[in-house]
């Protein structure tokens, strides 16, 4: 409607024009009405019936749109995440013998000092950091580095395809969440924390959507047994009370605003 250089009388369900270079116009997704300017440029000369019109997505189908691009977000910011850390193990590793070397002079500072004051054999925690700092192999910060661009890439992938809403995406989404829920509930066994289990309670909701919802691997019958249609005639059609007649709202629009002295 917003498209169409004039909006006729049989047009009424979907605009009403209001004579002063503006027109009302439904949204087909909400159905709200809205004021409108008339288009500078129109792409048709009168409304186009519903078969032509380019129609949105409501209902279940536009839930299901919201909530992938939700997931998208979140398997992006994973991406993020992952990628980093796969550049600070690279980092690592490629100043791993300086930092080596780096640590143990500062080790051995700090055993000359406990020596000379009398306190030789006791850990403190920059003792332990240096330990364990001490401890890192390269071939250990290799596999963790590869394991992050692995995952990071992953992630990614699974973010640009359910932000498209590719099905491929759903199914590799899915897969990747079952297998790693595992680990999850080996760590909630290793340590009880509040992010822990949120984290795989998000995460299994997630599964059981896309698993139940988005019907994979022939759950539900599959997405062939999934029936979005809408009358689109009986939509436009339908009166939406408590909203005014298109007619009537261009009278109450129009109606000029009562003196608020005249009432009392």
């Known amino acids: 409607m917003a498209a169409a250089a004039r909006v006729r009388r049989e047009d009424a369900n979907l605009g009403v024009e209001l004579g002063d270079g503006r027109r009302l116009g439904r949204c087909l997704r909400c159905d709200a009405w809205l004021v409108v300017p008339q288009p500078a440029r129109a792409r048709f000369d009168v409304v186009p019936p519903l078969s032509e019109l380019e129609l949105p997505r409501r209902g279940d189908p536009l839930r299901d749109a919201i909530v992938l691009r939700l997931i998208a977000i979140e398997r992006?910011?994973?991406s993020v995440i992952f990628g980093v850390l796969a550049i600070a193990l690279y980092v690592l590793d490629s100043h791993l013998t300086d930092l080596h070397n780096a640590a143990q002079r500062v080790r051995d500072q700090l055993d000359t000092v406990a020596a000379q004051s009398?306190?030789?054999?006791?850990?403190?925690?920059l003792d332990s950091g240096i330990q364990h700092l001490l401890g890192l192999h390269g071939k250990t910060i290799t596999v963790l580095a590869a394991t992050a661009t692995a995952y990071a890439v992953i992630e990614g992938v699974e973010a640009v395809g359910l932000w498209h809403e590719r099905r491929w995406a759903?199914?590799?989404?899915a897969i990747a969440t079952a297998g790693f829920l595992p680990f999850?509930?080996?760590e909630l066994i290793d340590r009880f924390t509040v992010f822990r289990v949120g984290g795989f309670l998000v995460n299994l909701a997630l599964l059981l959507f896309l698993l139940w919802d988005?019907?994979?691997?022939?759950?539900?019958?599959?997405?062939?047994?999934?029936?979005?249609?809408?009358?689109?005639?009986?939509?436009?059609?339908?009166p939406e009370p408590p909203r005014l007649d298109p007619v009537e709202l261009v009278a109450a629009l129009r109606a000029p605003v009562a003196d608020a002295s005249a009432t009392k």
């Open 118 to 125: 009398g306190r030789a054999g006791s850990r403190t925690f």
């Open 184 to 186: 999850e509930v080996h």
């Open 170 to 173: 759903e199914y590799l989404t």
């Open 76 to 78: 992006a910011f994973h």
């Open 214 to 238: 988005k019907r994979l691997f022939g759950l539900r019958g599959g997405p062939s047994a999934r029936d979005d249609t809408i009358d689109w005639r009986a939509v436009v059609n339908r």
